[in-house]
């Protein structure tokens, strides 16, 4: 039983390498974009609901609102989702009304996304949600727009990261 006293002792009379601090959780900045993600999610939802979206399929409308008619690789590689994720989540919404998937008459293994008069409609209701945002938030709209920019420059450079390591 002394020996155990004396390693415990020994082992606690280390001086901590500095460079623990980074191993704590709170430090991790994988962390905060991931607790900050899921209370994002948790934010929206409450503001979806009434336009009877989810927040994937807010991100799709998001992104066909700006461009109609893309297709569906274009839409992924927007949304940064594969085809397994992205494929069943349209189905869904075509089945809502809010969207058609067409094949593309120039090259029939491009699948097109068009809005349906629904899809559009959802736009105007939708306005309000970043204003609830920025209220949620308590950060101005310029806050958040500075804040989104930034973290569009780190992803783009982990994600230059990532394909130099390749």
Same mark, same amino acid.
């Given at each position: 039983m ?9 082992s606690?009379?280390? %001086?901590?390498?500095?460079?623990d601090?980074?191993l704590r959780?709170?430090?991790q900045?994988?962390?905060?974009? #991931? ?8 934010? #929206?939802?409450p503001?979806?609901a009434p336009l009877?979206?989810t #927040? ?6 998001l992104?066909?609102w700006e461009?109609?008619?893309?297709s569906?690789? %274009?839409?992924g590689?927007?949304l940064s989702?594969d085809?397994g ?8 919404m075509?089945?809502?009304?809010l969207?058609?998937?067409?094949r593309?008459?120039q090259d ?15 736009? %105007?209701?939708a306005?309000?949600?970043p204003e ?5 938030s ?7 727009? %500075? ?5 569009h420059?780190?992803r ?11």
């Amino acid at each position: 039983m002394a020996s155990n006293k004396t390693s415990r002792k020994s082992s606690s009379s280390k %001086a901590a390498d500095p460079r623990d601090q980074w191993l704590r959780l709170d430090s991790q900045l994988c962390f905060a974009l #991931y607790s900050s993600s899921l209370a994002m999610t948790k934010l #929206y939802k409450p503001l979806l609901a009434p336009l009877g979206l989810t #927040y994937p399929q807010y991100l799709v409308l998001l992104a066909l609102w700006e461009q109609d008619g893309q297709s569906v690789s %274009a839409l992924g590689e927007r949304l940064s989702l594969d085809s397994g994720t992205l494929t069943p989540l349209l189905k869904r919404m075509e089945q809502a009304g809010l969207l058609v998937r067409l094949r593309d008459a120039q090259d029939e293994r491009r699948v097109l996304l068009s809005l349906t008069r629904e899809g559009r409609a959802l736009k %105007a209701p939708a306005r309000k949600i970043p204003e609830a945002l920025a209220c949620a938030s308590a950060c101005s709209l310029d806050e958040l727009a %500075a804040l989104t920019q930034r973290l569009h420059a780190l992803r783009n450079q982990l994600q230059r990261s990532v394909q130099d390591a390749a």
